[in-house]
């Protein structure tokens, strides 16, 4: 694999965005992840981590985008 698709992956897989299946609301893997191998999965994981504290340390509350995603999916009503 070249190292510019590998750099894409592990950004892909390291994003706080995950697709969500259209009919049933849940979220699913980024297929991303199945591409990597033990190395890649574990630099994105890193980059995911380091990505986290980044994005809270310029949130007003401290928040990253992932814990944002996950208070809107669990305060939502769904009707």
């Known amino acids: 694999m070249k190292r510019t698709e590998r750099r894409r992956l592990v950004e892909e897989v390291a994003s706080a965005f995950r697709p ?3 009919l049933t609301g849940e979220l699913l ?3 991303a992840f199945l591409d990597l191998d033990e190395e890649g999965r574990d630099e994105a994981f890193k980059t ?3 990505m986290r504290r980044i ?3 310029l949130d007003p ?3 990253s985008t992932t814990c944002r995603a996950v208070l809107a999916r669990l305060t939502r009503t769904d009707e």
Request: no cysteine; net charge negative.
């Open 29 to 31: 893997p980024s297929g």
């Open 61 to 63: 509350e401290g928040l």
């Open 55 to 57: 994005e809270a340390s």
């Open 20 to 22: 969500v299946d259209l």
């Open 48 to 50: 995911g981590v380091l």
